[in-house]
């Protein structure tokens, strides 16, 4: 990492131009990945990241540039590259102040560090946890950890530092009945060291996954058609973080791509509906002590009893929107300009019985566990594969089903949500978007959609 005077001088020659604003994003990052198939470790891997982002920009033109190199002079000479987007000078002097930023997520053992025995011990967990139940056929794990150090300085005189520290465990597993095949999969994680894993979360991971493997042996064709859904809680929430959270992003707003631009104040949801995103829960998997622009993390309500009341906001976008930042910006790496990106983003608990949400359904879809899919981030048209569900038939949980997909869009599955539990729980993924992959929790109780069109393959 630079110092102080180092980056003093950079900021101050970025701002001997016409530009009015500059940001020096600095990272060194250590990664590691493990595998494991049926109880032997295939690859291990480990990669160190380092390299500085440098950002300018004048009103809403923005130059952006990055190197791998941390020597002064190839920065200076970056600096000196981009200010050339801006015609002028102002002589003016940067100074910088550090502030101190506090640790929501504190970490007992650094698992970058920790011993490559302890961490195959704990993958072990996970096989030994099913190798030898009925019909269970292959056990994959895997184990990645991140240890990322930032320091974010620029022209207001903001300086400060983080380290985030994450570690997620993937596990697939695979039951086979004759020539069918299916998998089930899981993959906690959280902004936390090793300690993470205590009190089994491995064995349980992969008892859930088996457990999604087995019953999809049994599943029937699932039907098709607009039908009531109950869709469960977790990583059920990945429908609103895909179908609405990138649609409150300034990234989308900022440009009027989203359709819930200008409808701040209104309302968007049934009053059912509450949303936050949160970056400030402690070592939750998308918490930051500070975003990547280096400002503190918030919690953000976007949502209030189905009123729009807040929208995910980066500095730049900011401009554009004439609102300041909700310490919303993200990136993947120094690589990447940021950007406003969810951090934890959940439909927060209600106060239905969730036994009750089945009272009266003649024909539905019980979605216990949801899959990928694809979104249209300007209309919010989506289309989810729905990884283990259920058939409801009067009221009762009966069939398990495959091949079941929803499809609607967030504007319309907001305004029929008419049930909302008690039961709130989180998951782990991955988000992509223009400022690269980052982690983010999805979250929701278990809701009840009145009517979503049901996408099968055995017909009405």
Not at 81 to 98: I, K, P, Y
Not at 220 to 228: F, I, K, L, N, T
Not at 374 to 379: A, E, F, G, L, R
Not at 382 to 407: H, Q
Request: hydrophobic share 35%; aromatic share 6%; charged share 25%.
């Amino acid at each position: 990492m630079l110092k102080k005077e180092q980056l003093e001088g950079l900021l101050t020659e970025a701002m001997d131009s016409g530009a009015d604003f500059a940001e020096i994003f600095e990272e060194d990052a250590v990664s590691e990945s493990l595998s494991m198939l049926d109880g032997k470790v295939e690859n291990v891997d480990r990669a160190l990241r380092e390299g500085t982002g440098i950002r300018l920009y004048k009103d809403l033109q923005t130059a952006y540039g990055y190197s791998n190199s941390a020597r002064y002079e190839d920065l200076l000479a970056l600096v000196k590259d981009l200010r050339t987007a801006f015609e002028g000078t102002s002589g003016r002097q940067v100074v910088l102040t550090e502030e101190a930023v506090p640790n929501i997520s504190p970490v007992k053992t650094d698992p970058v560090d920790a011993p490559l025995q302890d961490k195959t011990a704990l993958m072990m967990q996970a096989w030994e946890a099913v190798k030898d139940e009925p019909e269970i056929e292959k056990v994959s794990v895997s184990l990645s950890s991140l240890r990322q150090k930032v320091q974010i300085s620029n022209s207001d005189g903001r300086l400060v530092k983080d380290t985030r520290i994450r570690t997620r465990m993937g596990v697939s597993v695979y039951a086979a009945r004759g020539e069918d095949r299916q998998s089930g999969f899981e993959g906690p994680g959280a902004s936390m060291g090793l300690e993470f894993y205590e009190g089994g979360i491995p064995a349980q991971a992969a008892k859930n996954a088996a457990a999604t493997a087995r019953v999809l042996l049994d599943a029937v064709d699932a039907p098709s058609g607009r039908m009531p859904v109950i869709i469960d809680n977790g990583f059920g929430g990945v429908i609103f973080h895909e179908a609405c959270g990138h649609a409150l992003e300034a990234t989308a707003v900022a440009k009027e791509q989203s359709v819930f631009a200008g409808k701040k104040g209104t309302q968007i949801a049934s009053t059912k509906v509450t949303a936050i995103d949160d970056g400030t829960i402690p070592n939750a998997w998308g918490s930051q002590n500070v975003d990547d622009e280096g400002n503190p993390q918030q919690r953000r309500v976007l949502i209030q009893d189905g009123i729009l009341t807040q929208y995910m906001v980066d500095r730049f976008n900011g401009r554009r929107m004439q609102e300041g930042s909700s310490g919303s910006g993200r990136r993947q790496n120094y690589k990447y300009e940021p950007t406003s990106r969810m951090s934890n983003t959940y439909i927060a608990a209600g106060s239905d019985e969730f036994d009750e949400m089945f009272e009266g359904i003649e024909k539905g879809l019980y979605a216990k566990r949801m899959g990928g899919g694809s979104v249209n981030p300007q209309t919010g048209e989506f289309n989810f594969a729905v990884s283990e569900g259920y058939l409801i038939e009067n009221g009762k949980v009966t069939k398990p089903v495959r091949g079941a997909s929803l499809i609607g869009s967030g504007a319309e599955i907001l305004m029929n949500i008419d049930r909302v539990g008690k039961d709130l729980k989180r998951a782990q993924g991955m988000c992509g978007s223009v400022s690269g992959s980052i982690p983010t929790d999805v979250g929701q109780p278990a809701i009840r959609v009145s009517s979503i069109t049901v996408g099968g393959t055995a017909g009405e």
